[in-house]
Every structure is written in structure tokens, then in C-alpha cells.
């Protein structure tokens, strides 16, 4: 029987971010024997949810966070992330938050929601299955390592690989969604949005933004966020329909490698869709990458 009587659940404001970001550390530390998972990895996350309406943070007496659920709504998907700190497991936790995030959902007219899991916990496995969610997708985290110097650029013929500029911004978001169009869950950010959420930030580096030019025509982009999990990190790389199956994608990484590897990175990783329907994880362990965590996401219809 649940005992949530002695904790808080309250909505968090952007100030709690290392609160859920120590919740989410205590997890992966638990469960992998290591933490990589901080505030720079959770920061755009944060960004993204939707604290005032459907996220919750948990704390006990002492005010400490024991359980966080972020919530996201993008179009028709409506997806929660949730962990909750070990020494508190077995306390009723994920399952009353997973069922307010059902709630939120159904309020607005929803009809599934996603949850994301380490594929590590077994615990969080069990639960969601008894909740009714199946299984529905992996996610791999993929690295390269620098031991000395990075893969070689790679040459293609008539392609010209350059740094983004301010002016190719909504050419750059253009044709970043028209890359990833058919990617599982991914759902198009209008401009503006966009443009508010990647580009103004404070802490966004566009120098690490690649362009794929042929001529004119943008072939495809890489936009690279900074450093997470100990080192670079692409954030997003597409390249258009029309140019696909001419290595583009491998040059735009390895030009990525080259620049965080001048910059002193001792490693490179991103996250890929494990049934990515462009093959990119073949794309990536071709450049040299292999994986190093991997996350599962659940899905349960609510109609």
C-alpha cells in the first residue's frame, strides 16, 4: 500500500532544475554505477516541458526532491519522463505520478501517452506493464572516443560544408524538418518557436551549426549543443531527401568530430531512434560510434 502522506507533490518552477536533475543522477547512478545524466543533459528537457500544467516535483519533510515528472505536449503527443530516487522506491511514487499524467492528457483531449524509461530498471519496466503501457521504441546514446585525432574529413564531390550563419536560420529550420519529417514522434516546431527555443538562448553556440551546401540548395545540417555528457553532443543532423545515399551525413559528423576535437573534447555522442528508418545508426557506428546507454519508451492507449 502507497504512503505519499509525509511528501509534496508541487509543480515545479525553472528554478527546481537541479532538484529533478539530482532525482534522475540518484536513478541512473543506481541503476548504470555511474551518473552522466546533469544539468547541462536535462537543461533543454526543461525547456521543453510543460511545467505549470502537467509536471510535478516530489519532496519529503526536509524539503529534498525525492520524484520528478517532466510532461511534454507537442501536437498530438503527449509524453512523461519520470524517476524517482531509489531510497524512496516502493512508495507509491512513479505510480500516482504516472497517473496524474494521465490525467493531464485526458483533460486535454488526449487519447496515449509515452513514458521513458533507463532500460536498466526492471522495477519501472514491471510497473508500466502492470499499468497497462507496452513497449514501443528504443533509444541509443552513441560515442566516439578521441583516443588521439578524429576520423578524417570526408570529401564529397560538389558539396561544401560551411558554418551556419544568422541569415540561414529559417532555411536551417527548413530544412531540418523537412529532414527529420519522418522520424517516429517527431513533430514540427514552427518557426518562431524554434528560432525562440534553439537560437536565443543564452548559453546556444551556433558556431558548432553546420551547413551541407550544394550550390545554392542546402543539402543538410548538424546543429551540435555545446558539451553534455563529458564532452560534444549533436543535438540534431539531417540531411534532405533529394541528396540521401551520398555520404553527406557522415561528412557533416565527421566535420562535427574535427571542430570539437579542435576545441579540446575528448568525446562526441548523440541519441538515434534504435528503428531509425534512414539507417542512421549504421550511419553512426560507420563514423566510429558505438552505444553506451540505452532508454525505452512505453506507450498506453487512453481511450
Not at 35 to 62: F, K, M
Not at 70 to 80: I, K, P, Q, T, Y
Not at 129 to 136: D, K, N, P, T, W
Request: glycine share 10%.
Amino acid at each position: 500500500m502507497s504512503d505519499l502522506s509525509a511528501l509534496t507533490f508541487r509543480r515545479p518552477c525553472d528554478d527546481d532544475l537541479p532538484k529533478a536533475a539530482a532525482v534522475f543522477a540518484a536513478e541512473e547512478q543506481a541503476m548504470r554505477g555511474r551518473v552522466t545524466y546533469g544539468l547541462d543533459e536535462l537543461r533543454d528537457w526543461w525547456r521543453l516541458y510543460d511545467l505549470a500544467n502537467g509536471s510535478w516535483l516530489v519532496e519529503n519533510e526536509q524539503g529534498e526532491p525525492v520524484g520528478f515528472a517532466g510532461f511534454l505536449a507537442r501536437g498530438r503527443e503527449f509524453n512523461s519522463w519520470i524517476g524517482v530516487h531509489p531510497s524512496y522506491n516502493g512508495r507509491g511514487i512513479s505510480t500516482e505520478l504516472i497517473a496524474r499524467a494521465e490525467q493531464r492528457v485526458r483533460e486535454i483531449g488526449g487519447d496515449r501517452l509515452r513514458a521513458g524509461m533507463l532500460a536498466e530498471n526492471g522495477r519501472a519496466r514491471k510497473l508500466l506493464q502492470a499499468l497497462g503501457f507496452g513497449e514501443v521504441r528504443r533509444f541509443f546514446r552513441m560515442q566516439i572516443d578521441f583516443d588521439s585525432a578524429p576520423p578524417a574529413p570526408k570529401e564529397i564531390k560538389g558539396i561544401r560544408i560551411a558554418t551556419f550563419r544568422p541569415d540561414d536560420a529559417r532555411r536551417f529550420h527548413q530544412a531540418l524538418t523537412e529532414a527529420l519529417a519522418d522520424d517516429w514522434g517527431f513533430v514540427a516546431m514552427p518557426f518562431e518557436e524554434w528560432k525562440r527555443f534553439r537560437l536565443e538562448p543564452t548559453d546556444v553556440d551556433t558556431s558548432l551549426w553546420f551547413v551541407a551546401w550544394d550550390n545554392a540548395e542546402m543539402a543538410g545540417v548538424i546543429r551540435c549543443d555545446g558539451r553534455k555528457f563529458g564532452g560534444g553532443f549533436v543535438g540534431a543532423l539531417g540531411v534532405r531527401g533529394p541528396w540521401r545515399g551520398r555520404g553527406i551525413g557522415t561528412a557533416l559528423l565527421r566535420h562535427a568530430f574535427v571542430e570539437y576535437h579542435r576545441r579540446g573534447m575528448p568525446r562526441v555522442s548523440l541519441g538515434v531512434d534504435a528503428e531509425n528508418p534512414s539507417g542512421a545508426t549504421r550511419v553512426y557506428e560507420r563514423a566510429g560510434m558505438r552505444v553506451v546507454a540505452e532508454d525505452v519508451v512505453f506507450e498506453k492507449d487512453l481511450a
